[in-house]
């Protein structure tokens, strides 16, 4: 069965206590945590408040899909790097200590000037194989966020092919690729041996614009991703990423992930493959 959660991006404003009760009374199955500054789940939480979210995850039947890390491997700055690979150590180490299953990384925004190239791969490949090591020494595994120049599932395909280590998976944001131009149909292909999970949203694309929007209300093919999935065997999750936190003019959560969590559900249901 595959598990629906949802990030707490969509909810920057509630406490822990209230995105745990709302996550049940809606009938989601688990949260995909954010970190940083600004998230549920900063680096430096207390040891207290660590034991009391896992506890009150458990005591809902409620898992922790993700903790995000918001990190960065593409510098020239060796040391920039490795302070990096440290920091997603760390919250390797928290998703450890909160019983989440992935710390989900990004890998870096390079400067308009530069190019990927594979200099740029070999960097960001040193830094994941580390990582990854570590994080498979605590019991969790690294997700690679496709964002800014890596959204194209072929840009992700590089890294995924000199980092074999099995704790390194990627999350296939279906609308974000779309967005980028990239057909659902590609993006599988090109990933499905290494999902992480599943980020879900949709939105409007005009051209090279893009406007997000109520998930199935939009002209992302969240349709054939779905039946793509479950056609080829899927059991993991599909995590809801409504955006309010950066787009305040979006529906709140107390209305969105309730509609979401239905879309998804409908979208399960459709997709599912014709018993033999």
């Known amino acids: 069965m595959n598990l629906i959660t949802f990030s707490t991006l969509a909810c920057p404003n509630w406490q822990i206590e209230t995105i745990i009760a709302k996550a049940t009374e809606f009938g989601y199955d688990g949260i995909e945590w954010r970190g940083g500054s600004q998230g549920h789940v900063p680096q430096v939480m207390p040891a207290a ?3 009391l979210l896992r506890q009150r995850c458990s005591d809902a039947g409620l ?8 990190t960065s491997f593409v510098s020239n700055s060796a040391e920039e790097r490795q302070t990096n690979v440290d920091e997603l150590r760390r919250y390797s180490d928290l998703a450890a200590e909160l019983g989440a299953t992935y710390v989900r990384t990004f890998l870096g925004e390079l400067p308009e000037s530069r190019d990927l190239d594979s200099t740029i791969y ?6 994941l194989n580390a990582a990854s090591e570590y994080a498979d020494s605590v019991g969790v595994k690294i997700a690679i966020e496709p964002h800014d120049n890596f959204v194209r599932s072929s840009t992700i395909v590089p890294i995924l092919s000199r980092v074999q280590h099995p704790a390194l998976r990627v999350i296939w944001d279906i609308a974000n690729a779309f967005a980028a131009g990239e057909d659902p149909a590609e993006g599988f ?9 599943v980020q879900v949203k949709d939105g409007h694309r005009a051209g090279t614009s893009w406007q997000l929007c109520s998930l199935g209300q939009g002209n992302v093919p969240l349709d054939r991703a779905f039946e793509l999935l479950l056609a080829n065997g899927y059991e993991g999750a599909f995590s809801v990423e409504w955006e309010y936190a950066w787009h305040p003019e979006l529906d709140p959560p107390e209305t969105a992930l309730p509609a979401a969590l239905r879309t998804v559900r409908d979208l399960l249901a459709a997709s599912q493959p014709e018993p033999r």
Not at 189 to 197: G, I, P, Q
Request: aromatic residues 8%.
């Open 189 to 197: 292909v090109l990933l499905k041996d290494r999902l992480a999970y």
């Open 122 to 127: 070999e960097k960001i490949s040193d830094c």
């Open 63 to 70: 898992v922790s899909l993700a903790v995000t890390a918001y």
């Open 49 to 51: 408040k660590k034991v």
